[in-house]
């Protein structure tokens, strides 16, 4: 429910790819990317978030972090 658009990962890694950017992105490029983008709905709201990989990816990365490794793999 963070109200990102849940592409914006998949945008982020095409626009990366495309770009003349050193290869490959980061986790912490991927952040930058996405954070940068407007919202598309209303952090938490019910009626406004959708299911998608976006919030997902993130919520890895936190995940990764609170537990003291780079990834969640």
Do not use: C
């Not at 609170?66 to 990834?71: A, E, I, L, V």
Request: charged share 25%; hydrophobic share 35%.
């Amino acid at each position: 429910r963070s109200g990102s658009d849940q592409e914006s990962v998949n945008k982020a890694l095409a626009d990366w790819r495309d770009s003349s950017r050193p290869q490959p992105a980061t986790a912490k490029d991927m952040i930058h990317w996405i954070a940068a983008q407007d919202l598309v709905g209303v952090p938490g709201s019910r009626l406004t978030s959708v299911y998608g990989n976006t919030d997902y990816f993130l919520l890895g990365l936190i995940l990764a972090k609170r537990s003291g490794k780079n990834t969640f793999e």
